[in-house]
Nanobody
Framework: QVQLVESGGGLVQAGGSLRLSCVASGSIFSINAMGWYRQAPGKQRELVASINWGGSTNYADSVKGRFTISISRNNAKNTAYLQMNSLKPEDTAVYYC????????WGQGTQVTVSS
């Protein structure tokens, strides 16, 4: 099983920046790609960005040019980052990381709130 711990969220004004971090540990040997997901109130969870170990990335259209995903790993853990710039109120959500495609177990997420 994979354990996921996200951090770095907070309250920021529109136009501001945040950097999210995620540590994945446990059964990570089979993970080929990581993703950041978000869920806004009343909406389904959506994929925001993904990256594989070759460095190939994909972004949701709504965040292209504003968000950057990156990853690193050592023997015991994978760490994923999401640099979020030019934040908008519509980016407000709980942000989660997981493998891509996602595993069954999710972390607690980290709340990002963007005020107008």
């Amino acid at each position: 099983q994979v354990q996921l711990v996200e951090s770095g969220g907070g309250l920021v004004q529109a136009g501001g920046s945040l950097r999210l971090s995620c540590v994945a540990s446990g059964s990570i040997f089979s993970i080929n790609a990581m993703g950041w997901y978000r869920q806004a109130p009343g909406k389904q969870r959506e994929l925001v960005a993904s990256i594989n170990w070759g460095g190939s990335t994909n972004y949701a259209d709504s965040v292209k040019g504003r968000f950057t995903i990156s990853i690193s790993r050592n023997n015991a853990k994978n760490t994923a980052y999401l640099q979020m710039n030019s934040l908008k109120p519509e980016d407000t959500a709980v942000y989660y990381c997981n493998a891509h495609p996602p595993r069954r177990t999710w972390g607690q997420g980290t709340q990002v709130t963007v005020s107008s």
